[in-house]
């Protein structure tokens, strides 16, 4: 199957700080990627679809303020949670989309501080 | 919309038996995709098995296979031969417009 990598696997950061995550398909293009924010023991909650070339959807009550994201090309997505705070501390998932198939990353685990 | 609900937070089964994890779904769409993942404790999410709404059968992947009740809106995840390994959180999830929506999840402890 497709491979999806992301990228640090996991970040620890201050308060205030802004932090980038990136998402790559390795072998594959991905016009339609995903992301997803998980709280431990919940589930994968989906913060926006981001479309490459475009702006990104976000799902409702996630501010796009906050967490930009951007699909410069067809194989990376990033995900940049700006001026960070202890809530946003979470497990960060990307997926991409492949013939109607979703390939999901190995997820970021973002620790604030 | 579209609304997944897993009513079992946890689950137990004693090694090398069959367990069934529920999954019902919520959608008016007459197209759509129904999934199972698991999770185990490193966070990969490992794709298990897939049913399409128009697939007559019900699919079957290994030890997986979905019991998928069309009138009852459930699909439910069913593994044969438990092992060990099987220990994980198991979600179900749903497709119809390319996004994925997932269900609460299911914790299964395999016991030996």
């Known amino acids: 199957g497709a491979v999806v990598s992301q990228h640090p696997s996991w970040v620890i950061c201050k308060s205030g700080t802004s932090v980038k995550i990136e998402c790559r398909s390795l072998?594959?293009?991905?016009?339609?990627m995903f992301w997803y924010r998980q709280f431990p023991k919940q589930s994968l909650m989906l913060m926006a679809t981001?479309?490459?070339?475009?702006?990104?959807?976000?799902e409702q009550g996630v501010e796009k303020d906050k967490f930009l994201i951007n699909h410069a090309s067809l194989t990376l997505s990033t995900l940049t949670v700006t001026s960070a705070h202890p809530e946003d501390s979470s497990f960060y998932i990307c997926?991409?989309?492949?013939?109607?198939?979703?390939?999901f990353g190995p997820g970021t685990r973002l620790t604030v501080l | 919309a579209q609304k997944i609900t897993q009513t079992q937070p946890g689950m137990f089964v004693q090694e090398k038996e069959a367990v069934t994890l529920d999954c019902t779904y919520d959608?008016?769409?007459?197209?759509?995709?129904l999934f199972w993942y698991k999770q185990p404790s490193s966070g990969e999410m490992i794709f298990l098995i897939y049913q399409g709404s128009y697939d007559q059968q019900n699919a079957t992947e290994g030890r997986y296979s979905l019991n998928f009740q069309k009138a009852r809106k459930s699909a439910n995840l069913v593994i044969s031969a438990s092992q060990l390994g099987d220990s994980a959180m198991y979600f179900c999830s749903g497709s119809n417009t390319g996004k994925l929506i997932f269900g609460q999840g299911t914790t299964l402890q395999v016991k030996p």
């Open positions: 981001s479309n490459e070339g475009s702006k990104a959807t976000y």
């Open positions: 072998d594959f293009q991905a016009t339609t």
């Open positions: 959608t008016s769409d007459p197209s759509y995709g």
């Open positions: 997926s991409a989309r492949s013939n109607n198939e979703q390939f």
